[in-house]
Nanobody, 121 residues
Framework: QVQLVESGGGLVQAGGSLRLSCAAS????????MRWYRQAPGKQRRLVGSITSGGTTNYVESVKRRFLISRDNGKNTMYLQMNSLKPEDTAVYYC???????????????WGQGTQVTVSS
């Protein structure tokens, strides 16, 4: 019953900020790397950034210096702090994580349902 649930999306004006959360729940043994993706209207899903189990982050150039990924391993939660938002950031944001479930014998990829972020001009 491992699940990933994103939250924190909404409507914001250009230049504003939002913080998204991705909470993993269920019978979890361990969480390895986690990633944020986004899918804009009419476009393919693309990677935003990633964070390792140790906290090392990577970002695509378009969000570098504006977005920050962090995680709280004690809460099984990853965050995406989005600052200086632009209309082109409008997308459904998805959480992805590599998780070892308590009843599983291997690591598997899990996806959240997505949360909508809309940036108005």
């Amino acid at each position: 019953q491992v699940q990933l649930v994103e939250s924190g999306g909404g409507l914001v004006q250009a230049g504003g900020s939002l913080r998204l959360s991705c909470a993993a729940s269920g019978s979890i043994f361990s969480i390895d790397s986690m990633r944020w993706y986004r899918q804009a209207p009419g476009k393919q899903r693309r990677l935003v950034g990633s964070i390792t189990s140790g906290g090392t982050t990577n970002y695509v150039e378009s969000v570098k210096r504006r977005f920050l990924i962090s995680r709280d391993n004690g809460k099984n939660t990853m965050y995406l702090q989005m600052n200086s938002l632009k209309p082109e950031d409008t997308a459904v944001y998805y959480c992805n994580a590599v998780i070892r479930a308590g009843v599983a014998s291997q690591w598997d990829d899990y996806w959240g349902q997505g949360t909508q972020v809309t940036v108005s001009s």
